[in-house]
């Protein structure tokens, strides 16, 4: 079930770029500065989740399949969040500072992106998960640093991908049941 698609489009929504996009209030090059800066705070997250998520799982003395389980739980109700009512899942502020903290971590590296990568890297290889948190926070970045119609499409394509989310994190939960 955790194959290399899976993974990235797990990542990807889990991560919600336009949903990111909808935080990011700065015009200009600040805008540009805060996505560069948000991409590498929150893919540096992801990656740290992603390289010790194997000791993570092994020191909570818990089975991966049923980490899965609790990750795609996790998953679950940030999808929910995030299609229900993006805007209030995003606080929205301008300035490098706010770049890190909350558009690095915990808007691009949020629960659902932390809890899927360490459930992931537990179940195979952590080169994939690298790859798949380095192109979901590069994305969210570039989300972040170009207004793609902020008030237009973002919300809605925030609501769309929280509803894959959703999709993905039933997957998982069932996946996990089943391999218990």
């Not at 797990?10 to 770029?17: I, K």
């Not at 992801?46 to 899965?68: I, K, N, Q, T, Y």
């Not at 929205?92 to 992106?113: E, H, K, Q, T, Y």
């Amino acid at each position: 079930m955790t194959g290399w698609w899976f993974e990235i489009i797990t990542m990807a929504v889990a991560v919600n770029g336009a949903g990111a996009a909808l935080a990011a209030r700065s015009t200009g090059g600040e805008r540009i500065s805060q996505g560069v800066l948000a991409a590498i705070i929150g893919g540096g997250v992801l990656m740290l989740a992603a390289l010790v998520g194997d000791s993570v799982v092994d020191g909570l003395d818990v089975e991966p399949e049923s980490f899965r389980t609790a990750a795609g739980i996790v998953m679950a109700v940030q999808g929910a969040r995030m299609a229900w009512d993006p805007a209030s899942t995003y606080r929205s502020g301008d300035g490098i500072r706010f770049a890190i903290v909350p558009l690095g971590w915990p808007v691009i590296g949020n629960a659902a992106a932390i809890m899927a990568a360490i459930g992931f890297s537990a179940d195979g290889p952590d080169s994939r998960i690298f790859a798949a948190s380095v192109l979901a926070a590069a994305v969210a970045g570039a989300a972040i640093a170009q207004p793609f119609g902020r008030d237009n499409v973002a919300p809605g394509l925030a609501r769309a991908l929280g509803a894959v989310l959703i999709a993905m994190a039933a997957a998982l939960v069932v996946s996990g049941v089943r391999d218990v």
